[in-house]
């Protein structure tokens, strides 16, 4: 009986911390970078030896994020009064699965913190758990979906230069090259060998040349597709937030319409709220950077400021109600 209590709880901890879904990006999405917060089952075993209340300790293991509390309310009414879960209508399932992305959730979110629902389009700014700047956002199209997943922010960068990333150096640029390289001179596009070296792009064959062997450069500018600002939080996914010239992307409902990396409304908004918590620099500051600032001015960041890309469809309010 003793070891039957023991798996019991060994499960049920490993369950509070996400484990009915070990490897999210295998058995889901590859698009899915969340791992469980699981804990040694050593430990858990020892707390719960040394624990007075040990229902409450593994109570304590499931996520202690609000909006989970808050989801978990919600979905305990909406249990028939036998909990049969044979019984859960869809929204009830859709609960559960957001439940369940809450605790892949970095255990601390962070005093200050930026938010990027996919799903809603939208990003919040949150600090000492309440929301200061809400915005739209444009996320990946539906083939070149955004990927979910947690990294604190390294950089911000002033009057950007963008390096175009390989896939659409190799499927969109190489075949306007071939044919006159129309895309170069609409955003104003320039090559470089590895090392640096401007090469003139118009005398190259590249029904013959190996585009992969340059790197193309786009220089800060009024075509620039990362408009003024670029946020940068480094990981294998090589996705990004920044501004876009292209205004017109916030207007429609779904925004799926980039290639994967994150479109900011009025970043600039955004990137005074960082630098202040981060330099303590006012509005004046950023504003004359932005102006007559170095160009492709990285400005490191030294506190800790994660950023996360979430995949939420249902949360609840402050005033209780279920949001979908």
């Known amino acids: 009986a003793e070891i039957q209590y023991s798996e019991a709880a060994l499960l049920y901890a490993r369950y509070a911390r996400g484990g009915r879904i070990p490897y999210p990006s295998e058995m889901l999405t590859t698009e899915l970078d969340r791992r469980p917060q699981w804990i040694d089952p050593k430990t858990v075993i020892e707390a719960l030896a040394a624990s007075h209340e040990p229902d409450a300790y593994l109570r304590s293991l499931e996520p202690q994020h609000p909006q989970f509390e808050k989801l978990r309310a919600v979905y305990v009414k909406m249990l028939p009064n036998d909990g049969n879960l044979a019984k859960l209508s869809p ?15 970095w255990l601390n979110m962070g005093d200050f913190y930026v938010l990027n629902n996919i799903p809603e389009f939208m ?16 996320a990946g199209e539906l083939d070149k979906q955004t990927t979910i997943f947690s990294r604190p922010l ?28 129309n895309i170069m001179t609409r955003y104003g596009l320039k090559i ?22 340059f790197l193309v450069i786009q220089p800060p500018g009024p075509k620039s597709v990362l408009g003024r600002v670029k946020f940068s939080f480094p990981s294998q996914h090589t996705i990004f937030m920044h501004d876009t010239p292209d205004k017109w992307m916030f207007r429609p409902a779904q925004r799926t319409l980039s290639h994967g990396c994150l479109r900011v409304q009025n970043p600039m908004k955004l990137a005074e709220l960082i630098l202040k918590e981060d330099k303590g620099w006012d509005a004046a500051k950023v504003m004359e950077l932005d102006r007559s600032g170095p160009l492709n001015n990285k400005i490191p960041i030294t506190k800790e400021i ?18 979908t």
Do not use: C
Not at 94 to 103: C, K
Not at 154 to 170: D, H, N, Q, T
Not at 195 to 205: A, K, T
């Open 91 to 105: 929204a009830a399932k859709r609960l559960r699965a957001n439940m369940e992305m809450w605790r892949w959730m």
């Open 123 to 138: 990003q919040y700014v949150y600090k000492d758990g309440k929301i200061i700047r809400s915005a739209k956002i444009v």
């Open 154 to 181: 390294k950089y911000v960068v002033l009057r950007p230069k963008w390096r175009v990333p390989e896939s659409i150096m190799v499927n969109e640029l190489w075949p306007s090259l071939i044919r006159g390289g």
């Open 192 to 213: 470089e060998t590895k090392d640096g070296v401007p090469i003139n792009w118009r005398n190259v064959n590249w029904a013959k040349t190996d585009i992969r062997n």
């Open 306 to 323: 994660p950023i996360h890309l979430v995949y939420f469809t249902a949360w609840v309010d402050d005033n209780g109600k279920l949001k």
